[in-house]
């Protein structure tokens, strides 16, 4: 068979660079596209092994030595955790690549060798190849980040003073800040809709200061605000008038939920 090896170390060149890119962005690292197009450079070298008779154990060796010596060039060494961390996101990321181009490989290959192209002319493969990679590791990062998100959803039940309660799908706002100046209690905002009506009409005023906006909340006291099995009675229940957040949230906590109680 025909084995375009320059287009194989190119296209690994490619793989690579697109790796470390997506670690670079989805850790905020801020490396220089100079550093990581050396640390994706270094790693093509394991391409040449592909033409060197060394057992299975001392290749997967040489590819972890390889593999963290990319990291280290493209971000650099900070301590025991940063490193760890780059290259974990560099595997996990590896791992979603790889998939996705064996999954792309047999279903648009006329014929398969491992991670050899063999074709008389160059293939439509190849083109996928390129184009969808970027796009399916773009996908991957942005669905991980709302996977991660989902980490600040919580369910909530509110206890009023009359004795009722309700139970509310909450989102952890770090943003919501918001105490009243005269009790020094917290305020979680809730949808109205999900207030009962007898409820409402115990409101008082809180004033509140964001970084745009002042005015008066609607407010109302509670008798506690339970969050995994543990309650509080040091808040009050701001009423939203509109739609909070999508996903079906009807309570945004406050800041200092996550400080008492989860």
Not at 130 to 155: A, D, E, T, W
Request: with cysteine; net charge positive.
């Amino acid at each position: 068979m025909t084995v375009y090896v320059d287009l194989v170390f190119f296209l690994n060149l490619f793989f690579d660079f697109l790796l470390l890119l997506t670690v670079n962005n989805t850790l905020k690292r801020n490396a220089s596209l100079k550093r990581l197009f050396l640390g994706a450079f270094v790693g093509s070298i394991t391409i040449f092994t592909l033409f060197l008779s060394i057992s299975s154990i001392l290749l997967f060796l040489f590819k972890i030595v390889l593999s963290i010596l990319m990291c280290t060039i493209s971000f650099g060494i900070k301590d025991k955790k940063y490193v760890i961390q780059n290259l974990s996101y560099f595997y996990m990321t590896s791992t979603v690549l790889g998939g996705f181009l064996y999954f792309l490989n047999l279903t648009f290959a006329e014929s398969h060798y491992g991670i050899i192209f063999s074709y008389e002319s160059i293939s439509v493969n190849y083109l996928f190849l390129v184009i969808f990679s970027p796009v399916m590791l773009y996908i991957y990062v942005k669905q991980r980040k709302s996977v991660v998100c989902y980490g600040q959803y919580y369910r909530a039940v509110i206890h009023f003073l009359n004795g009722g309660s309700i139970e509310v799908n909450s989102y952890l706002d770090t943003g919501n800040k918001l105490i009243d100046p005269v009790t020094k209690k917290k305020i979680v905002i809730v949808n109205e809709k999900k207030i009962p009506k007898n409820v409402r009409k115990q409101i008082i005023y809180v004033p509140y200061n964001t970084l745009n906006y002042h005015g008066l909340m609607k407010c109302f006291k509670i008798d506690s605000l339970e969050i995994n099995g543990k309650m509080s009675k040091n808040y009050l229940v701001g009423i939203s008038e509109g739609e909070l957040l999508r996903d079906g949230v009807d309570c945004i906590l406050n800041f200092f939920c996550a400080e008492e109680m989860l």
